[in-house]
């Protein structure tokens, strides 16, 4: 005779949960954010922190983060294949990077902690055409002259 498998048998054991404490992981990240800022005062690395990726942060997390970094002087917009912003925090060196779809909704969103946001430095390929098109309007200025 065949005997059938059953769970029947097999103990179970029910495990609580707490809820997830949203701001202790906000100042964990803060932590984290003064450690990536010591690193790149020591060796000139630059770190990011990718909030998508951190999905336990929440809302109230998010906020609080938001919050305790601060608004700071610099904002820059790129509009590319969707919208960028990028806002310095009340701490120089710590960007809030924002990459928008063309629905406008974010996509991304980093926190960069860097000397200068990576993604306004110019592209060395761009900068290579921008020599070779200056390079001809000179050319042709002083032709005309």
């Given at each position: 005779?065949?005997?059938?498998?059953?769970?029947?048998?097999?103990?179970?054991?029910?495990?609580?949960?707490?809820?997830?404490?949203?701001?202790?992981i906000a100042k964990s990240l803060l932590t984290e954010i003064l450690?990536?800022?010591?690193?790149?005062?020591?060796?000139?690395?630059?770190?990011?922190?990718?909030?998508?990726?951190?999905?336990?942060?929440?809302?109230?997390?998010?906020?609080?983060?938001?919050?305790?970094?601060?608004?700071?002087?610099?904002?820059?917009?790129?509009?590319?294949?969707?919208?960028?912003?990028?806002?310095?925090?009340?701490?120089?060196?710590?960007?809030?990077?924002?990459?928008?779809?063309?629905?406008?909704?974010?996509?991304?969103?980093?926190?960069?902690?860097?000397?200068?946001?990576?993604?306004?430095?110019?592209?060395?390929?761009?900068?290579?055409?921008?020599?070779?098109?200056?390079?001809?309007?000179?050319?042709?200025?002083?032709?005309?002259?």
């Amino acid at each position: 005779m065949e005997r059938l498998n059953t769970f029947a048998n097999i103990p179970i054991k029910v495990v609580e949960t707490r809820p997830v404490d949203h701001l202790a992981i906000a100042k964990s990240l803060l932590t984290e954010i003064l450690s990536m800022l010591s690193h790149l005062l020591d060796t000139g690395e630059a770190g990011v922190l990718d909030l998508r990726a951190l999905p336990t942060l929440g809302q109230e997390g998010y906020q609080f983060l938001k919050d305790q970094l601060g608004i700071g002087e610099v904002k820059a917009q790129i509009q590319s294949f969707g919208r960028s912003e990028i806002q310095e925090t009340a701490i120089a060196g710590i960007w809030w990077v924002s990459h928008y779809n063309q629905d406008d909704e974010i996509y991304t969103e980093l926190i960069e902690v860097n000397f200068f946001p990576e993604i306004l430095k110019t592209p060395r390929d761009d900068m290579v055409l921008s020599q070779t098109k200056l390079a001809t309007l000179v050319k042709a200025l002083v032709e005309s002259s």
